[in-house]
Structures are given as C-alpha cells and as structure tokens.
C-alpha cells in the first residue's frame, strides 16, 4: 500500500513538530474517551444497577475475574511493589430466608370465637361415654372494618322565664339562657380533632395528596373539597406554633446540629416565577433519649438565613459541602464537620463506573474501616464519653492512614475522573470531616438527617409542590411534628389527635412543654390511644 507524502514538508524538524502535536491531540482525545466512557458507564449503572450503596469484597473480586487482562495488570503491579497480597475467592453463602409471621400486636382489641363439637360429636363411638377436653388449638385473624365515621350531633337547650317573657336585662343574667358551646379547635366549623389529625397524617406521613383525600370522602358520602383541607393545615400550623417554637429552643441548648436541604416548588410565590425552585431545609438535634427535628421552608437556598436561625447556638453543626454553610465557619461558637457518607459515596460512584477493581475499591475498603469502629460502638451501647476514647484510640490511625493514602493517590488520578473527584473532595473537606473524633455525642455522617427529610421526599413526589408559601410553612410545620412523633417513639395519628384534643386548654409554657412529644405522658398517651378500642 502506497502513502502519498507530497503534502508533507520536507523539513525534519517541521516533521518532528508534526508528529508531537499528532501525539498530544491524540492523548488528549484518549483521555476525552476515557472519562466519557466512565461517564456513561456510572450513568449505566445508576440507571439499571441496584440502588444500594453497599459494596461487599464479592463486588470487588467479580470485577477481577471478568477482566483478566485488567487482572495482569493488577497483579504485574503488586509484583513491582513487592506485595505478597492474594485474592482468596470465599463462596457466597445464601442468605438463609426467615420464615414465619410476626405475631399480631397485644393491644389490638380481641373477639374471641370458640368453634365447638356438637354433644353427639363429644361422645365415644367405642363405649358411649363422653370426651374429655384435653386442650385447644388457637388461631389469629386480622379484620379491617373501613374508616368509622360518625357525625356528633351537639343540642343546647335555651331557657326562658315564663312570668318575664324574655324581657330580664343581660345585667341578671339573660333574658333567655343557654349553656355555652365547649371550647373548639376550630369554631363554627365541621372538623373535630380526630378529623384533622386523620387528614393531617394520611398527608405528613403516608404521603396522600389532598385530591385523594378528598376523593376517598367522597366514597363514602362526604362531601370535603381539598382547598378546605388546605386551609385547615394552614391553621392548624398557626396552632401549632407555640409548640415550635419551644421546639426550636429546646435544639438550640444542645451541643450538636445536623442539616441538610432539598427543593421546593411554590407556583404562587410572590416575585417568583412558579418554575422557579424554593427550598426546605431540615435540622436536627436534641439528644439521643429526646431527639428533635424541625422544618424550616425558604424562598431560596441561601445560607444568610442560618446566621439568624442559629443565633446563640454554641456547638458542632454537620452539613454536607453546600458552599451556603460555608457562612457559619467565622462563628466562634459553631464547629462544621463534615460527612463521611457523602465522600463515601463519591469513591462508591467511581467503583460503580470502573469494570476493574482499583483504587476506588481500595478507598471503600479503608473508609469501611470508619465504620466499623462506629459500629462497635454502636452495639457496645457506650455512652458519648466512651464512644471519643474508642475513635482516639482506633479512629485516629485509620484517618491518618487514609490521609496518606489520599496525598499519594491525588498525583495518580487525573482531577476530572471520578475518582479524582472523590479523594479532591476528601482532601478538600479534610479537617471537616475529622472532627467527628473529637465528641462521641457527634456522628460519622449526616445520614440521620437525610433520613428524617426522605418522607418529605417522598410526599413531594405524590403533590409535587405547594400552592402557596403559606402552605410550604404549613408544611414544614407538620412535618416538624410528625417526624418529632416518630423520632420519639409515638404514632402520628394519635399523637396529633391528643395534642389537638389538649391544645385548646394549654395556657402556659408549661402546659404547651407537655404536648410535646419528648414530654408527653407515655402512660396517659398510652391510655388515650386505646381507650375507646373495642371489638
């Protein structure tokens, strides 16, 4: 085959210029493909993989054994640094399936049906004497009746002297007398607190829009459109405000803070364009026996408003690397520490896109390392003192081995590859994400957090936005009280429904203190909730 080189020039050093810009397009474009191929390969796998972030050795060794020409390389390497590291390949043990049914809850109410022989069937066939019962074999069945709703039909009588006719002044007590109507939470209106608090928790915890709602009324003859549904939450949050405000006192005296934010649209926001996004922003804190979590709606994700929500905060407040915290650093008072979990995920995205095991791999296996003395700790049930002694004495030196592996690793991996990201991250947020070490009461990560703003999430889904700001705060209002019920071990339901039953009579600091669900009378609650409970 014949090259036509009459276009080239004839001078060799022209040439040799030629050819080393040839060869630098050409590395450059290499590199182009190789971070679009890891790009598409992540996008691949978190469209079509599992979801789950866990990643085992199995995961590890699999990506070797189907890249055995990636696998020479792997162990050329370990030749040149003179490791004597195998992979020893363990058979994947099956996860043994559990069995059997939980047994129904004790306070359910029970009726009892006793399926007997008849006498003639309770009689011998042999010599005609009857049987003697020897014992019984009992079952359980579940009924669900349909919701029970019943309307309260309230009659007050009025009273008038026949001899003055209605004619006695207001002075003496009325003309015509009539006993007065009891204390409501929402006057001359059809909603009771069982009511509310059945609307308020199929929305703020089982994530039921208002037009289902509405429409499962309609089922059963009911007639409650879901803008009166709207306006009830809206002033029941208004009810409820004393209680968050003692909420939010009560969080602000504690010595540890974990936030997080996720996005909001509001169609009728003033001077916004309903496309454009709000935000939601959860914080919490408290202490282990009486956590506390609270909701806080903002037109936008700017983090000038912490400064006035956290005033006279002392303490460790744990975010992710939104720039927006960043605001809070200067604060004497206030300590950042960062997340484990999100740098985690960053060396898990980076596993995820390669088809070989390597440095990715390597960097989940020594931050797994974190966790598992966190774990320790966590199944030893040790207080916050015991917990700093446990991470100084094993944390430190993992930390500062990652530290290490971080610097050398850095030169290696270009900064636009996933990797790359992953340890510029780590080393960026290094000292953040140290100081978790320094106070047992602190956690690894934020994961806490992001748990308690996921049914946001997931309610967010189903009604996609909020009408108004003034229904985003009252969203964020019972979200607020719902997910302090969860975290403190009481059912939404009937946790709403004692409180809005109680609510009209609280006076003082100390009676709305009461009605919150850290001090809520476990036994009084406990008695409420079943008392009306019969088969």
Known sequence: MSVDVSGLPNDPQVLKQMILDWSSRYDNLEKKLALATEEIEYWRKKIFAKKSEKFS????????????????????????????????????????????RKPLPDNLPRKTTIIELTETERMCHQDGKPMRKIGEEKSEKLHVDPINVWVEEIIRYKYACEICEGTGSEDEGGAVRIAPVPVQLFPKSIATPSLIAYIAASKFCDSLPFYRLSRMMERMGISIPRQTMARWMVELSELLQPLLDLLKKIMLTG??????????????????????????????????????VLFKYLESRSGKFLLDFLAGYKGYVQTDDFSGYDILEPIEEIILVGCWAHARRRFFDAAKASKIAGSAHEG??????????????????????????????????????????????????????????????????????NRYVEDGKVPIDNNGVENKIRPYVVGRKNWLFADSPGGAHASAALYTFVENGKANGLEPYWLLRYVLEKLPYAKTEDDYKALLPQFIDKTEFSAFRYRDRKP
């Open 255 to 292: 010595s540890m803070l974990g936030i997080d934010e996720t996005r909001l649209q509001v169609l009728n926001e003033p001077d916004k364009a309903a496309t454009s996004l709000s935000y939601m922003w959860v914080f919490c804190g408290g202490t282990k026996e009486k956590p506390v």
């Open 57 to 100: 050795e199995e995961d590890m060794i699999m990506g070797q054994l189907f890249n055995e020409a990636e696998l020479t390389e792997i162990e050329m390497e370990l030749q040149k640094n003179k490791t004597t590291e195998k992979i020893i390949l363990v058979p994947m043990r099956r996860r043994q399936k559990q069995g059997g």
């Open 364 to 433: 989940l296996k020594k931050i797994r390392q974190l966790y598992a003395i966190e774990d320790e700790a966590r199944k030893g049930n040790f207080d916050s003192d015991e917990i700093k002694s446990i991470r100084q004495e094993k944390s430190v030196p993992v930390l500062a081995d990652i530290k290490a592996w971080l610097d050398e690793k850095k030169h290696q991996a270009p900064p636009a590859c996933l990797l790359g990201k992953a340890i510029n991250y780590a080393l960026n947020n290094w000292d953040k994400l």
